[in-house]
């Protein structure tokens, strides 16, 4: 089933250029859009989104409450204290509004699936605080050991597919996928999927890959 999304932005440009995005994408439907939280809450309640997009945190709490996969925060600016807050609130998802439309996509499929997203710049700023990754020249070993399927299947990771996605776009099976998953976290060092696309997305992978 396609995810269902709904948006919120007092921008009606921003809300034109996202739901354009949204359907492009094959697997996701938009419910509908607002451009206050407060007509967005009750949009939500009748229609049940499995995903929300909102720039306006009003309702942040209560919105979270109508998703059954989660609610992304969209921003003009990322700083730690307004991620932090709307993690606090319920969030599961955190993207500025400059994102890419393969990112914005990706971030919904994400959520919609009950994962976490949050966009590139602040998972490098959290990367950088916290040292989740090992030193560069590490990486750049890592890297340079998979093979190209197995960056393929990187590439795709870090963009919020799934095992059965990946193999469907690859013509593999879901095993030679799992497989594949398995090698490339043992190649890289990393202790799952999650750190594994947080570090793709560090590294350029996904603009170099197109």
Do not use: W
Request: charged share 25%; glycine share 8%.
């Amino acid at each position: 089933m396609p995810a269902s999304v709904l948006l919120i932005d007092d921008e009606v440009l921003v809300r034109r250029g996202f739901r354009h995005a949204l359907e492009e994408a094959a697997d996701v439907v938009v419910l509908g859009e607002a451009g206050r939280a407060a007509d967005g809450l009750l949009l939500a309640q009748r229609h049940r989104p499995q995903v929300v997009l909102t720039a306006d945190v009003t309702q942040l709490t209560r919105l979270c409450g109508c998703a059954s996969g989660g609610v992304i925060v969209l921003a003009t600016e990322g700083t730690d204290e307004h991620l932090h807050r709307v993690l606090t609130d319920g969030a599961r998802g955190f993207l500025l509004k400059r994102a890419s439309h393969e990112e914005l996509v990706a971030a919904v499929r994400a959520v919609a699936q009950g994962h976490a997203f949050l966009c590139a710049e602040m998972t490098a700023r959290l990367l950088d605080r916290f040292e989740i990754l090992p030193p560069i020249e590490e990486l750049d070993r890592g890297l340079g050991s998979l093979s190209d399927r197995e960056r393929q299947v990187l590439v795709r990771m870090a963009r919020g597919r799934s095992n059965e996605e990946i193999a469907r776009e690859l013509y593999l099976t879901c095993a030679t996928v799992k497989s594949h998953v398995s090698h490339v976290l043992a190649k890289l060092g990393q202790p799952n999927r999650m750190h594994a696309a947080l570090l793709a997305q560090r590294m350029g992978l996904l603009s170099r890959a197109g």
